[in-house]
């Protein structure tokens, strides 16, 4: 009986209590998706819809100082460099979640990250008053910073606090959150709200009010036990985490899965970007995280949220209710990233990829069609408005949330920090070029600049197709063997899973009858 239970657990079936969702758990992907993720949405969109008021008040400034009005070519750089430094402060901040989660921990970093966010909005909150617009570009890098780490971090620690059979749901939260951060801007954002003359500083200000309430709250929620155990090598305080995020004392097959993970990894050690990017080992997860990181970044979401003003407006929709239109848009975002949650533990990830991705391609073809068509054919309009609805379902089911779920799964403790590092710059430095280039490539190609999305989506359903496994309701250990044979090695391990470990005083366990095995 004891060798078949055992079986059982390595096969993924025995999940037992430890797979329910509870209080804890359910509060901590709360508060820590709030606190972060919320915002990095929050700032995506927040000077969308004040831009005129803020420009005007750059260009009153610049008068009030020099006596003469601002030159219009060096407004629009300034207002460019508001816009841009945002995610070219993502891709500084991607560039330190390395050592900052392998030093301070996944919660010690989201703490310290709360500083960046509290301090960017006090400087933006105070800009007009202050009469400086200068603090408002430095606010941006700093604010992107901010979202850098906010965006890696965050999905690495709950899919670490997550139960297997949970983790991608869970892993689904943070995106759904950014969805949230990016429509109640877009709500406050109204001209009968806060995006006016008076109330734009305001609107700014305002969201270093989640990371007060991130840095009050989440001192009080268990650190990852998988952070604790694997790379503090304390074993009292990881099962303590772990019993209080399942509700219940025995937690021993999780602590027993962690050991052999730990025990494959000791010859490789702490992964670096470098050691990373050279090690057979994980040269298809590398490969596989880039490709979905650029193909959820260049497949043209910014892009169609630019074009969906105009389309709508080619429809027959009135300039004053364009703005209501778009909070619309960003509900639909809402909705269906809500859907994601509740999906991807059924539906698998890897479905919801192939999924997400066709209908963005689909989409983008159609809608090249819909744009050339609208002034000779009437009802075009609306099947632009379909395509861009369409888009946006497909995009928020499984291109931007997925991604990130599978760095957490494809990658062990180890090598998991410098794979979020990899992938966080590639999504920053892929946003960021978006931005750089799409407007040239719409004077230059028009509507047929959704051909080159339409071929970026293709191209990634097809290597997500032929290269990404299924990590659904599989371990971490599961998840690197199916990845080993692909790559072409071994992994030494256990042969047996022990019931035979104590702990000894100092938090260490001590293993017996260890054989080990290539697999």
């Known amino acids: ?135 408002i570009i430095l606010s941006r890098i700093i604010m992107g910073i901010y979202a850098g780490l906010a965006s890696n971090v965050v999905p690495m620690f709950l899919g670490e606090l997550s139960p297997k059979n949970l983790r991608g749901a869970i892993g689904v939260v943070p995106q759904l959150f950014i969805t949230v951060g990016i429509l109640v801007a877009q709500i406050l954002g109204l001209n009968s709200i806060l995006g006016n003359a008076t109330g734009w500083p305001i609107l700014l200000g305002i969201t270093g009010i989640p990371s007060l309430i991130q840095l009050v709250t989440l001192p009080f ?80 979401i910014n892009a169609v949220f630019y074009y969906a003003d105009r389309i709508f407006q080619s429809a027959g929709v009135d300039n004053n209710s364009v703005q209501y239109v778009t909070v619309s848009i960003g509900a639909i975002n809402v909705v269906m990233t809500l859907v994601a949650v509740f999906i991807v533990e059924s539906l698998g990830r890897r479905i919801l990829l192939l999924a997400g991705f066709g209908f963005c391609c689909v989409s983008c073809a159609v809608l090249t069609l819909a744009l050339n068509l609208q002034n000779t054919v009437h009802w075009m309009s609306y099947l632009s408005i379909v395509c861009v609805i369409v888009y946006i379902i497909g995009h928020a089911i499984g291109a931007s949330p997925i991604p990130f779920v599978m760095i957490t799964e494809m990658f062990l403790q180890s090598s998991r920090p410098a794979a979020f590092m990899v992938g966080g710059s590639v999504h920053w430095l892929s946003n960021f070029t978006v931005g750089l280039v799409f407007l040239y490539m719409e004077a230059g190609l028009g509507p047929y600049s959704f051909l080159i999305f339409c071929a970026i989506c293709l191209a990634t359903m097809v290597y997500i197709f032929f290269v990404v496994p299924e990590t659904k309701n599989k371990t971490f250990m599961e998840i690197n063997r199916i990845m080993a044979k692909r790559n072409k090695v071994e992994i030494q391990e256990e042969k047996e899973e022990l019931e035979d470990f104590r702990t000894v005083p100092g938090g260490q366990a001590e293993k017996k009858e260890i054989f080990s095995s290539g697999l």
């Open 1 to 135: 009986m004891k060798r078949k239970a055992e079986k059982q657990e390595s096969s993924g079936c025995n999940e037992g209590p430890k797979g329910k969702m509870t209080l804890l758990l359910a509060l901590v992907a709360l508060i820590s998706a709030f606190g972060s993720s919320f915002q990095y949405g929050y700032n995506v969109s927040v000077i969308n819809s004040p831009a005129p008021f803020m420009q005007e008040f750059y260009n009153r400034t610049y008068l009030d100082r020099n006596g003469v009005p601002m030159d219009s070519s060096f407004q629009t750089l300034l207002w460019s460099l508001t816009v841009s430094m945002f995610p070219l402060g993502g891709f500084f901040g991607s560039l330190m979640v390395w050592p900052m989660v392998n030093n301070c921990g996944r919660k010690g970093t989201l703490l310290i990250n709360n500083l960046f966010s509290i301090v960017a909005a006090i400087l933006m909150g105070t800009s007009e008053v202050a009469k400086t617009f200068e603090v």
């Open 221 to 300: 929620f268990p650190e990852s036990p998988r952070y604790l155990l694997l790379q503090k090598g304390n074993e009292e305080q990881a099962r303590r985490a772990l019993q209080k995020l399942r509700g219940w004392d025995d937690v021993d097959d999780e602590i027993k899965e962690m050991l052999q993970e730990d025990r494959s990894e000791k010859e490789e050690g702490q992964f670096t970007v470098f050691s990373l990017c050279t090690f057979r080992g994980l040269r298809w997860q590398l490969i596989s995280i880039i490709v979905m990181m650029m193909g959820q970044q260049l497949s043209g």
